[in-house]
């Protein structure tokens, strides 16, 4: 099963599908989750030393932290005053 990052509702789904089949049929189950490192692998790690252009573009995007929070606020789950409180 594949699912992309950027959207954590997928990954949700694809998790608990996991759990659940797990259960029921007492076998693994495999989730490639594709994503990309914002800030590379670890916390000495330049990217964008091997990486330019992508890394230039990766962080020209909102995070998926932004981009949920957004969808959350244009479907009236939140408010922008939650997102704000939640933050601090």
Known sequence: ??????????VIKACRFMVRY????GKDVLIDMVGY???GHNEVDEPSFT???????????KSSVEKYADKLIENKVVTAED????KE
């Open 51 to 61: 990486q330019p252009l992508m890394y230039q573009k990766i962080r020209s995007m």
């Open 1 to 10: 099963m594949r699912v992309n990052t950027a959207d954590p509702e997928s």
């Open 37 to 39: 490192r914002y800030y």
């Open 83 to 86: 997102i704000q409180k939640l």
């Open 22 to 25: 797990w259960h029921k049929y």
